[in-house]
T-cell receptor
């Protein structure tokens, strides 16, 4: 099956610093990638949708200047949390969808746990 | 997207069949029903999808009545490793704008 990887799997940073998370589709071309955030014991919340070569579409309430998303190639999307604060600590998960696949068959990465001190 | 309602949690013993029902009273004609499984500290994994009647794969079965206002995910003979959160999603393909909306999910705990 299709594999999506994320790097790093966990990161601890100081408040005010920026953190970049990578999401890669390893064996297929991802025309669309999604970024989710999940707090403990809660469901996944979609943050943004990005199509290769286009600007990301952010969900309501998600600050686009704080969560920078780049989808420069068909196999790589990055999420940069700028000026991170403790309230940004969460589990960040990406998913990818290939061309010609059902919209609901997304392949998810293993997630990145961000802790901001 | 149609709103879904699932039980918050369920308990089962190993070896039993588990049925998780999801209500989606406002499902639209073009909507499909999809179930995902999520283990702790991992991304969700696609389990099964269906439109009507019954769908079966190597992992689970999905039962959808004629009115499609609900669906039931059936896990045969669960094991401890099936302990996870199960999400029911309803929606349709709208091209590049398509997205998944996760509800609260059902936390399944399997014990010996």
């Amino acid at each position: 099956g299709a594999v999506v990887s994320q790097h790093p799997s966990w990161v601890i940073c100081k408040s005010g610093t920026s953190v970049k998370i990578e999401c890669r589709s390893l064996d297929f071309q991802a025309t669309t990638m999604f970024w989710y955030r999940q707090f403990p014991k809660q469901s996944l919340m979609l943050m943004a949708t990005s199509n290769e070569g286009s600007k990301a579409t952010y969900e309501q309430g998600v600050e686009k200047d704080k969560f920078l998303i780049n989808h420069a190639s068909l196999t790589l999307s990055t999420l940069t949390v700028t000026s991170a604060h403790p309230e940004d600590s969460s589990f960040y998960i990406c998913s990818a969808r290939g061309a010609g696949t059902y919209y609901n068959e997304q392949f998810f990465g293993p997630g990145t746990r961000l802790t901001v001190l | 997207l149609a709103k879904t309602t699932q039980p918050i949690s369920m308990d089962s013993y190993e070896g039993q069949e588990v049925n998780i029902t999801c209500s989606h009273n406002n499902i639209a004609t073009n909507d499909y029903i999809t179930w995902y499984q999520q283990f702790p500290s991992q991304g969700p994994r696609f389990i099964i999808q269906g439109y009507k009647t019954k769908v079966t794969n190597e992992v689970a079965s999905l039962f959808i009545p004629a009115d499609r206002k609900s669906s039931t995910l059936s896990l045969p003979r669960v094991s401890l490793s099936d302990t996870a959160v199960y999400y029911c999603l309803v929606g349709a393909d709208t091209g590049t704008a398509s997205k998944l909306t996760f509800g609260t999910g059902t936390r399944l705990q399997v014990t010996l």
